[in-house]
């Protein structure tokens, strides 16, 4: 789970005029501006699970994304910019067990937030790709409520750590690894290209900063 930096100024000006109109509600405001505005704001991953999200529909015309209330939607909060957040579709339609992030979250309250530094401070990785915390309210969350240990979600996860202990290897062979490479590549998963952050680019962060820490 990467950080999002809400900005009112993202906030598109379909979503304001909504909110000042007297007897609207989030069902009538213009999706399309949000979905945009969203997508540009997280740089094109999703608020929970880091998987890429776009605003392109399939075959059949349905969204590949998702708007979400961190919070749930209630009359006060449904159209605060603050409390809106774009997410994947978490597997939509199928069984519970296999369904995460948003999806599987429904109107559940969760403590974790990808708006609050202290508490993604708190998440860990393991080799294996699994995402975890030792806060056990916040562990519940990552777990139970999102479902992020998800099978297909962890081995996304995992392969990321591959390709970069690839890299690592094919770069140095035998010899050790670089402060500065290892700061180089922190700080090209931590920026965007074209406006957009690589996907699971969390994971390699916590993976590259461990290595940092240990040299």
């Not at 930096?5 to 399309?32: A, M, V, W």
């Not at 969350?141 to 094919?170: G, H, M, W, Y």
Request: glycine share 4%; net charge positive.
């Amino acid at each position: 789970m990467k950080f999002i930096h809400k900005n009112t100024q993202n906030e598109p000006p379909s979503l304001e005029d909504c909110r000042t109109t007297p007897g609207s509600n989030f069902d009538i405001c213009n999706k399309y501006d949000m979905r945009i505005a969203l997508i540009e704001e997280q740089g094109n991953v999703c608020a929970y699970c880091n998987q890429r999200i776009n605003n392109e529909t399939d075959e059949k015309g349905k969204q590949k994304m998702k708007i979400e209330h961190w919070e749930p939607r209630n009359s006060t909060n449904e159209m605060q910019w603050n409390n809106l957040l774009g997410v994947c579709l978490g597997n939509q339609g199928s069984p519970s067990k296999i369904q995460h992030c948003d999806t599987k979250k429904g109107n559940t309250p969760i403590q974790i937030s990808p708006l609050n530094q202290s508490f993604l401070s708190q998440i860990k990785y393991r080799g294996s790709g699994e995402i975890y915390s030792k806060n056990e309210n916040l562990n519940n969350d990552l777990n139970e409520t999102l479902n992020l240990n998800f099978p297909l979600l962890v081995n996304q996860r995992k392969a990321v750590l591959n390709s970069i202990r690839i890299n690592i290897k094919q770069t140095f062979r035998n010899r050790k690894v670089t402060i500065a490479f290892l700061n180089a590549e922190i700080k090209r998963w931590e920026e965007r290209s074209n406006g957009k952050f690589n996907p699971f680019c969390d994971i390699a962060v916590f993976y590259l900063n461990n290595k940092l820490r240990q040299i």
